[in-house]
């Protein structure tokens, strides 16, 4: 079966410029998670997804970030206005229930650099 | 806010050698998890420790947590360069938000 998959692989920003980046997650995944990996450092968690519902974006690190999962499947993380310091790998990953025991599956994530 | 300490940075070994890394919180654990990333690819887990003192075998890796559930350990025997990742532990919380580690990277040659 299909894993979670992430679209653009690989995106380039100007700074300033607006990205959206598409997380396909498993089909029949409840819950949705967006981490945001610097570069040689672990993923740091931005934000939860249960359904359509989002019960936790407490790791946003700015109002410039926004993230919806608007029919409970697919979600896209925004950012606007994109800075340097925005240049990360973002991670999606889903599970089939809330739990965090239950195995978070991860996609390969989008590159994103902003010069 | 929960830190987790993993160490070495970064280790580089010959196919063969054994090797452990560390992974400590300043805080005890809900759970813990050990996950493998390789270049260009997102985490994968490798195993959920709950127990203090809980020891669980994969294959060739030797995962331990400590009875205080604030330090685990992993343990590679005879590694092979399919080992080679960057090994990140991850605590999941009382939530479903993972904090990690700040990981170590793996290198293993011919």
């Known amino acids: 079966g299909a894993g979670v998959s992430q679209?653009?692989?690989?995106k380039v920003a100007k700074r300033g410029q607006d990205v959206a980046l598409?997380?396909?997650p498993i089909s029949g995944h409840?819950?949705?998670?967006w981490y945001q990996q610097a570069l040689g450092q672990g993923p740091e968690?931005?934000?939860y997804f249960q359904n359509e519902a989002q019960l936790d974006k407490s790791g946003l690190p700015s109002d410039r970030f926004f993230a919806e999962r608007p029919e409970g499947s697919v979600s896209t993380l925004k950012i606007q206005r994109t800075q340097q310091e925005d240049s990360a790998v973002y991670l999606c990953a889903?599970?089939?229930?809330r739990l965090a025991l239950k195995t978070q599956y991860f996609g390969p994530g989008t590159r994103l650099l902003v010069l | 806010t929960q830190l987790l300490e993993q160490?070495?940075?970064f280790l580089s070994i010959q196919e063969g050698e054994n090797l452990t890394v560390?992974?400590?919180s300043s805080s005890v654990f809900s759970s813990l998890q050990w996950y493998r990333q390789e270049p260009g690819e997102g985490p994968v887990l490798l195993v959920t420790v709950v127990t203090g003192g809980e020891v669980k075998k994969l294959k060739r890796l030797t995962f331990q947590f400590g009875d205080a559930?604030?330090?685990s350990s992993l343990h590679i025997t005879a590694a092979q360069p399919g080992d080679t990742g960057l090994y990140l532990c991850a605590d999941t919380g009382t939530a479903s938000k993972l904090t990690f580690g700040t990981g170590t990277r793996l290198q293993v040659t011919l």
Do not use: E, G, H, I
């Not at chain 1, 889903?94 to 229930?97: E, G, T």
């Open chain 2, 22 to 24: 560390y992974c400590n």
């Open chain 1, 7 to 10: 679209s653009p692989r690989y």
């Open chain 1, 22 to 24: 598409r997380c396909d």
């Open chain 2, 69 to 71: 559930r604030k330090d």
């Open chain 1, 45 to 47: 968690f931005l934000t």
């Open chain 1, 94 to 97: 889903s599970s089939l229930a």
């Open chain 1, 30 to 33: 409840v819950s949705l998670f």
């Open chain 2, 7 to 9: 160490s070495p940075q």
